[in-house]
């Protein structure tokens, strides 16, 4: 284990795995632990900006989710690389002592020392106040021997990010029109191929209606900025943001 996670010592295997798969997440062969977790949802905000219907996030953010809202560490997943490293009881919970039994290569012994990010009272009566020491404005935040996880860790409160679970107003004038309906999700076809390519926008129907979720605007694995051999868009967005071109995508001004 480094300063945030167990050295699994491959990249695909901290979400999806060939073989026990999660069964309680919509998406394919999904390695990770999927709490069940209450969030506060944009709508709570009281703006009179927002006029349409707000859902609980679905499957398109929970998994995003999984990793980004602190409640679940990066590494919490179900099957890890090699024979006997499963538990099915890693699919809704997060076990400390599995996650604990990893070894980062031959001959090296577990690190240990799991926990979450989050400040619930639950955690903060096991591991003291987290962010304490993984934020950059920590009171005992160390650079040199702490790992820092502002930028990573939104929390269960989503009143200050983009909305997601919320239906998109197709036919609002405020709103870019014309979406191609394919099956269970709608998305902008900019090159006019009748499929949802990685650098499209699109809205996922979980049985609501078309939302915008978090992999809407993020693909989490990454979108080249220029074709093949480019750089990926900054924070995975299926559309670089430069001169508002992500905002513009739906947002007609």
């Known amino acids: 284990m480094d300063l945030s996670r167990n050295d ?4 695909c295997v901290y979400c999806h795995t ?3 798969a999660n069964t309680r997440t919509q998406a394919p062969l999904w390695n990770r632990t999927q709490r069940d977790t209450a969030y506060t949802t944009y709508d709570q905000l009281g703006t009179s900006s ?6 609980a996030p679905g499957s398109n953010s929970l998994t995003c989710l999984s990793c980004h809202d602190g409640r679940t560490a ?9 024979s006997g490293h499963y538990d099915s009881g890693q699919q809704s919970g997060q076990s400390n ?17 799991h926990g979450t990010l989050d400040n619930s009272p639950a955690a903060l009566a096991q591991f003291g106040a987290c962010q304490s020491c993984h934020s950059i404005n920590g009171d005992q935040h160390d650079p040199s021997t702490m790992a820092a996880f502002d930028v990573f860790y939104i929390a269960t409160d989503l009143r200050n990010d983009h909305p997601v679970g919320v239906r998109f107003p197709a036919d609002n004038p405020d709103f ?11 998305f902008f076809d900019t090159d ?13 129907d979980t049985g609501d209606g078309y939302e915008v979720e978090c992999a809407s605007c993020h693909d989490p694995h990454g979108v080249p900025s220029s074709g093949p051999g480019s750089t990926f868009n900054p924070t995975f967005l299926r559309v670089a943001n430069s001169g508002s071109a992500l905002c513009l995508s739906c947002h007609m001004k």
Do not use: K
């Open 8 to 11: 699994y010592a491959e990249v």
């Open 18 to 20: 060939p073989h026990g």
């Open 50 to 55: 927002l006029t349409q219907t707000v859902t």
């Open 74 to 82: 990066v590494d919490s997943i179900i099957n890890m690389p090699g």
């Open 97 to 113: 002592g599995f996650l604990d039994s990893w070894a980062d290569g031959p001959g090296a012994s577990p690190f240990g020392g």
């Open 176 to 186: 870019r029109g014309g979406a191609t309906e394919l099956g269970a999700v709608s």
């Open 192 to 204: 006019a191929d009748g499929r949802p390519d990685a650098g499209e926008i699109r809205m996922y």
